[in-house]
């Protein structure tokens, strides 16, 4: 097992356990790193997510509400609840995490920690925050930025056009010259 899915075990243990205490410190975290064995290597990457839970816990659970559709955050598994909102986080604020990559780490994690339609609902949940979230990155995109990318395609678009008419003048392509018609 990698270090990052060893780090993801002890962060969804960790969040686990402050959302059953109701204490979301760095303390807490680290007391359960030790107490369930998160080896050393893995500590900083599951002490990365932890922080990054607790310190944006709105709106993580914002998208979750908003994804979980005819599921509140109170009526879902802690283990669940627990595996969303570390993957929302990786989705959200980690640029360093491909989407699909925390989807499948979620998902794996559910698979070992979850009950058997875990995996199943953790995909459909985080798919529609993953989606969500691309829509809110290409709402954000400046004016600026859209100009320069149509301008682009224009300019791409000319040379295909003028790639693609035919020539009405004859050319000797082994000698560069034009030929009289």
Do not use: Y
Not at 15 to 43: I, Q, R
Not at 105 to 131: C, H, M, Q, T, Y
Not at 148 to 153: F, N, Y
């Amino acid at each position: 097992m990698g270090v990052r899915r060893q780090a993801r075990e002890g962060a969804l243990q960790a969040l686990f356990m402050c959302d059953f205490t109701n204490s979301w410190t760095p303390e807490a975290a680290k007391f359960c790193f030790e107490h369930f064995g998160v080896p050393a290597t893995a500590h900083a990457f599951a002490s990365k997510i932890c922080e990054g839970v607790v310190e944006n816990l709105a709106a993580i659970d914002s998208r979750l509400t908003c994804a979980s559709e005819n599921w509140s955050l109170s009526r879902m598994g802690r283990v669940d609840r627990a595996i969303l909102r570390l993957a929302t986080f990786e989705i959200v604020f980690l640029d360093e995490v491909p989407v699909n990559v925390a989807i499948n780490e979620a998902i794996e994690v559910a698979k070992r920690f979850g009950a058997e339609e875990s995996p199943v609902f953790v995909n459909g949940v985080l798919d529609k925050v993953a989606s969500t979230t691309r829509k809110d990155i290409a709402s954000t995109v400046e004016p600026e930025a859209e100009l320069e990318v149509g301008l682009e395609v224009e300019v791409i678009r000319k040379r295909n056009e003028v790639a693609a008419t035919p020539s009405t003048e004859s050319f000797d392509v082994e000698a560069g010259e034009e030929l009289d018609s």
